[in-house]
């Protein structure tokens, strides 16, 4: 029985890692609205990368991934969508903070937690990795410094699964 139960978990689990993203409608940091179920990198990996102003653990990990950005961009293709889960109270701060931390994501707004709850986050940082076919293949939850090095190496092995 224990065993039918870990299987069971085992296809549950890997059922929702390959889920599509929800189609819920955000703004980008302009004011654009975008559809959450188009987001994507031409074929490529993307990631979501969920955040606050006030959250110091996201800002670290978006500063660390920001140094290495352009790298994985050259050597992967790599898009990075950073997702605001600030309140609508909040959201005016949004803006100032990345440019002041010269971040160069694509930013979309989430004041009342729409994708953030469709998407089962419950802390943050959580960034979600999705292949080029739109699945979600992998999700990982806090931060702690050089956890990026993980981060593009999962990229990577979805970088030649894609291929």
């Given at each position: 029985?224990?065993?039918?139960?870990?299987?069971?978990?085992?296809?549950?689990?890997?059922?929702?890692?390959?889920?599509?993203?929800?189609?819920?409608?955000?703004?980008?940091?302009?004011?654009?609205?975008?559809?959450?179920?188009?987001l994507?990198?031409?074929?490529?990996?993307?990631?979501?990368?969920?955040?606050?102003?006030?959250?110091?653990?996201?800002?670290?990990?978006?500063?660390?991934?920001s140094?290495?950005?352009?790298?994985?961009?050259?050597?992967?293709?790599?898009?990075?969508?950073?997702?605001?889960?600030?309140?609508?109270?909040?959201?005016?701060?949004?803006?100032?903070?990345?440019?002041?931390?010269?971040?160069?994501?694509?930013?979309?707004?989430?004041?009342?937690?729409?994708?953030?709850?469709?998407?089962?986050?419950?802390?943050?940082?959580?960034?979600?990795?999705?292949d080029?076919?739109?699945?979600?293949?992998?999700?990982?939850?806090?931060?702690?410094?050089?956890?990026?090095?993980?981060?593009?190496?999962?990229?990577?092995?979805?970088?030649?699964?894609?291929?």
């Amino acid at each position: 029985m224990k065993k039918l139960l870990l299987v069971l978990l085992g296809v549950m689990g890997a059922a929702t890692l390959h889920a599509q993203l929800p189609k819920i409608t955000l703004k980008d940091i302009n004011g654009k609205v975008v559809q959450t179920d188009t987001l994507n990198n031409g074929g490529r990996p993307f990631i979501i990368d969920f955040f606050a102003t006030w959250c110091k653990p996201c800002n670290r990990e978006l500063d660390a991934i920001s140094e290495v950005y352009a790298d994985w961009q050259e050597e992967t293709g790599l898009k990075i969508y950073a997702v605001s889960i600030d309140q609508a109270q909040n959201i005016n701060k949004v803006k100032p903070l990345v440019d002041s931390h010269g971040w160069e994501y694509e930013v979309l707004l989430d004041p009342n937690s729409d994708l953030k709850r469709a998407l089962g986050v419950q802390l943050i940082p959580y960034v979600l990795i999705v292949d080029g076919k739109g699945n979600i293949v992998y999700k990982h939850q806090g931060y702690t410094d050089g956890a990026e090095e993980e981060l593009i190496e999962k990229v990577r092995e979805v970088s030649q699964m894609d291929n």
